[in-house]
Each structure stands twice: as structure tokens, then as C-alpha cells.
């Protein structure tokens, strides 16, 4: 074997911040659990800075409502996601484990049906308008995909594929814990592209289409997040070892992802069908849309 394949990084990260005594009913502060803060913390600042500059339906004191409902959504969602995407079997076996939510095990594709029930419930409690609270949602949600991912990272999972490329790295401790480092191969670190494509990038795509287009159709940023997210997921799914069964050489999320594009054609078809029925004169950042 080449000295090369010895040169790669070796992943070794503690996925804790700190560590509580064994006294504890849990073992310490995740960084899964801090990117789940920041992810909301962000949002929180987000929706306050567009209800100050009138790019909002909501009042600064509404957001705080706003941000728990999305939060429930995204913990609910996420993790009723996992059991029925990724661990349906083991779930059956041990049902309150669901609720056993500082075990890790989320779903972004269940968070997003998650998020949409909780925006739907919000908006119909406070009369808003559900397409406008969800390109709200979305505009920032990428930024929370962004810590979440560095956070997968840190925990050392969802790795990528066995590969040699220069900045390969190896991942002893959660893909073959008891193997001798020289022998574990060295893996795309895919949470990194991830990081890089669901969260940086979609982040700054969305934000030019938020804050550069005064005269957005409510619904668009919608439905180019659905579009824009399941383009660079399946994507980045190339390059990700399947966590899964395939199904027709598709990953697991490669699959979701083709129905979350799915919808988001849809809402296109939809949001072209309404603009056409409206008035011209109605299409300013005052309409409320759909």
C-alpha cells in the first residue's frame, strides 16, 4: 500500500462540547444540538430584521410564535421523518425510542413536512397568507442546513465514499471503530460538501432572490428552494455512502429529493396558473398571495 494512502486525515473529533458527570441524565452538550441553536438563533434575527425593513407579514413579538412553531415542526417532522424513511424496522421493535430525541436520528425531508404542517397551522391561527410565511421560512432555512451539516461532520457520520482524492479523510471512530487506522479507507467528506451546496450556497441564492426582487410573486422562493435544495441533495448524494437500501441505484435521499422537485414543480405550475388570473396591478410586495 502507498505511503500516500497513510497521509490522509484522520477524523477524530468529539462530538460533545463538554460532558456532564455520570450523575447526569444525559452525557453532555452535543454539537448537533448547538447547530440546532444556531440554526434557530439565526432564523430568530432573520425574521426580526425583515419585520423591521417591512419585508415580513409578521410583527417582531409574532416572530417568537413563528420560530417555536417552525422549531416544533422541524424536531416532530425530522424525527417521524427518520423512523419512516431511514429505520422503519428498528422502530417497530422499540416504539418510544421516537422520543428519545437526544439519540440523534433526523430526516431533512421529514423536517420539511414537519415545517409545512406547523406553517400552515400558524398561518391559518394568525390570517396570514401560507405561501408568504413559507418564503420566509425558506430564505434562511439553508443557514440551518449549513450548521447541521457541520455538525454531521463533527459527529463523524452520514460519511462519503471510499475515494483517494488528496483531501480524503478516514473515519475510525464511527465506520469501523476496532480496525486499525492503516486499514480503515479513506472516504469523501461529504457532510462538508453538503455544508458547502444545501447551505452556502442555496443560502446566497436565496437571499439575492429575497432581498433583490421587490416585486416577488409570493410562493416563488418556495419553490425554488424545493428545486434548488433536491438539485445539489442529489448531487452531493453521489459522492455520500448510502445510509440506506438503494432503490434503482438511487440513494434513499436521492429518492426524496426527486419528490421534493416534484413538488416544487408543481407549486411553479401553480404559481404561474395564479399570476395569470391576477391583476397586474396586484403583483407588488403588498399582495398577499396564495
Not at 140 to 151: K, T, W
Request: with cysteine; net charge positive; aromatic share 18%.
Amino acid at each position: 500500500m502507498s505511503s500516500k494512502f497513510f497521509a490522509y486525515w484522520v477524523h477524530q473529533l468529539d462530538p460533545f462540547v463538554f460532558r456532564f458527570p455520570s450523575s447526569f441524565f444525559t452525557e453532555g452538550i452535543r454539537w448537533y444540538g448547538v447547530a440546532y441553536l444556531l440554526g434557530l438563533l439565526s432564523a430568530y434575527v432573520f425574521f426580526n430584521m425583515c419585520s423591521r425593513k417591512g419585508r415580513s407579514p409578521l410583527s417582531v413579538p409574532e416572530n417568537e410564535s413563528f420560530l417555536v412553531a417552525i422549531a416544533l415542526g422541524i424536531l416532530f417532522g425530522g424525527r417521524t421523518g427518520y423512523v419512516i424513511f431511514y429505520d422503519f424496522a428498528f422502530w417497530k421493535g422499540h416504539p418510544l425510542w421516537i422520543f428519545r430525541f437526544w439519540e440523534g436520528g433526523m430526516s431533512f425531508h421529514g423536517a420539511v413536512i414537519g415545517i409545512a404542517i406547523a406553517i400552515m397551522a400558524f398561518s391559518r391561527r394568525y390570517s396570514l397568507s401560507f405561501l408568504q410565511s413559507t418564503d420566509l421560512c425558506c430564505a434562511i432555512a439553508p443557514l440551518g442546513v449549513f450548521f447541521g451539516r457541520l455538525a454531521n461532520f463533527i459527529n463523524g457520520e452520514l460519511w462519503g465514499k471510499v475515494t483517494t482524492l488528496p483531501w480524503a479523510i478516514r473515519f475510525p471512530q464511527s465506520v469501523a471503530p476496532l480496525t486499525p487506522i492503516a486499514e480503515i479507507p479513506p472516504r469523501h467528506p461529504s457532510q462538508l460538501y453538503e455544508a458547502l451546496l444545501e447551505g452556502i450556497l442555496l443560502f446566497l441564492l436565496l437571499q439575492r432572490t429575497f432581498w433583490k426582487s421587490p416585486s416577488r410573486t409570493y410562493g416563488k422562493l418556495t419553490a425554488d428552494f424545493l428545486c434548488f435544495y433536491s438539485f445539489v441533495r442529489y448531487f452531493a448524494e453521489i459522492f455520500r455512502e448510502p445510509d440506506a437500501p438503494t432503490l434503482y441505484q438511487l440513494s434513499r435521499g436521492q429518492v426524496l429529493s426527486l419528490f421534493l422537485a416534484l413538488v416544487g414543480i408543481i407549486l411553479y405550475a401553480y404559481l404561474e396558473v395564479r399570476d395569470r388570473r391576477r391583476p397586474t396591478n396586484s403583483r407588488d410586495d403588498s399582495a398577499e398571495g396564495a
